[in-house]
């Protein structure tokens, strides 16, 4: 009973939860008895309390006996990643670096999904700093994919794609650089999306690289994504870059169908280095919008072919700058017995930033560095513009979304990239120009390999677009079945 | 444009990090930084003369708000994740020499 229920989409909870069905308590309890009886193999939670979380429950059953249900989030379980902050819970990056770490203050989504009623439970794996595509460079543990446990779950965000897949969270928080919310999800089989820049508040977001990060959800279904998206959503006068844009019932204009979409099919992405299985899952996908009406366009992203090397510049540059405040001095660990201030430094970041966080921050010193500013950095930024134009050229033409795979291969080996960055760097080869481009993309199942891993199919909307986008990726979830299959654990 | 070099100084840059490697460290991050470096080689065959570089994708300029003061930490709060700490502040080590 508790396992069935625990694979149920929050909308389907949400219903029981108001028709007095199912209190909270008893949602969270059988959520807590799942990752008890399942996370010693998955490994998504780096924390959980399940003392805080039943509380919370309670309060949510109680506000409801009373009449003051809060809306359709109320009573139900959210994990988040653990890179957003939660007052007075862990939140260590996954980085030895803030291991001891307690956030003194919530972030604006954790202060929005409490008060909307949610149930925050667990703080999830991801990889250090979020720098990675598979979860292993995380400081403390290593995530499954649920699918098949020898494999990784994607990243960064592979935690809580990992949740979500395995049934032990209906809805999840993550962030999203280069694809470290899609790729997981396309991996982990589950639905993930990225919204545009400046749509979610950052504030509280541990930054990795500022002008790219964005905050979005996991979860079973497009219909819970666009549930959980309307209380996340919205201006927040705490980061400069949130946008003053009005936030829709993405739910509600679900229902809205219109059959008349363009749909733009880029070559680039589906050319050398996809895997066919891959391909043959996504092109099934195409005929499916064809059948109901849309119009589909071959495209051309010229420049997509250089955004990998245009991400990892601008990406480290930023990263370099951000993981400064790293010193030693505030945050948690500090290496004992330095020659001196400097070597204090060195030294605590040596001992405690994992190898794929000095790679980055070290690279990034690197193309910001006098002499070299001009030829990478600089460089790299003029690049971006032609590949967000790339985009918007295609939009002005008459495109509504873009079409792509989300990951050119189902999930790999554990171990077999960690020795070859650069060989790790290409999983984000679909998935880079969107954040680049600062658009909105989402990612959803559209089949199973022969081997029964999840493929996943990506969708990329205009800017602030999220209700158009939601509306094309609701019309092929709600038509398939692929969201209902569970992996065996 | 000069042409990048597709190897680093992995001593100055990790320096300029204030990260410390350990040999082994510096052997393995040298090879594997100039792969990456060598990746980027295809971004000097674009001509981007005359194209604007792009910082964030949605500029927004001079963002304003009325300087009114809120609740902040209180000491202990602020101090929660402090590696040491005295007197209601950060311990840090002596940075100054001695006269």
Sequence with gaps: MSEALTFKPAAQLSDMLGRGALSSVELTQAVIDRCDAVDDKVGAFLYRDSEAALAAAKDSDERRHRGEALGPLDGIPVGLKDVICLKGQPLTCASKILERFISPYDATVTSRLKAAGAVLYGKLNMDEFAMGSSTENSGFLKTANPWNLTCIPGGSSGGSAAAVAAGELPLTLGSDTGGSI???????????????????????????????????PFA???????????????????????????????????REGKDSWTIGIPKEYFGEGLDPEV??????AILFYEGRGATLKEISLPHTDLAVSVYY????????SNLARYDGIRYTSRAENPADGVDLYRKTRGENFGPEVKRRVILGTYVLSSGYYDAYYLRAQKVR???RNDFMS??????????????????????ERTDDPLKMYLADIYTICTNLAGLPGISMNCGFN????????????KPFGEADLLKVAHQFDASHDFNEATPEL | MAEAPSNIDIDYVAGL?????????????????GDILHYFDKLNHVDVSGIEPTAHAFPAYNIWQEDVAEPAFAPGEALLNAPEQRQNQVVVPKVVEDA
């Design chain 1, 182 to 216: 899609r790729q997981p999800a396309a991996l982990c089989g589950v639905v993930g999306m990225k919204p545009t820049y400046g749509l979610v508040s950052r504030y509280g977001l541990s930054a990795y690289a500022s002008s790219l990060d964005q905050i979005g």
């Design chain 1, 220 to 254: 079973r279904t497009v219909e819970d994504v666009a549930m959980i998206l309307e209380v996340i959503a919205g201006h927040d006068s705490r980061d400069s870059t949130s946008w003053k844009t009005d936030i829709p019932n993405y739910r509600v204009q679900l």
């Design chain 1, 279 to 284: 391909r043959e899952a996504v092109e099934k």
């Design chain 1, 313 to 320: 510049i601008i990406a480290t540059a930023e990263c370099s």
């Design chain 1, 385 to 387: 513009t032609l590949i």
């Design chain 1, 394 to 415: 295609e939009f002005d033409a008459g495109v509504d979304v873009v079409l792509t795979p989300t990951s050119p291969t189902p999930a790999f080996k554990l171990g």
């Design chain 1, 450 to 461: 022969s081997n029964g891993l999840p493929i996943g199919l990506q969708l990329i909307g």
């Design chain 2, 17 to 33: 990090a204030r990260i410390h490697l350990t040999p082994e460290e510096k052997e393995t991050f040298s090879v594997q930084l």
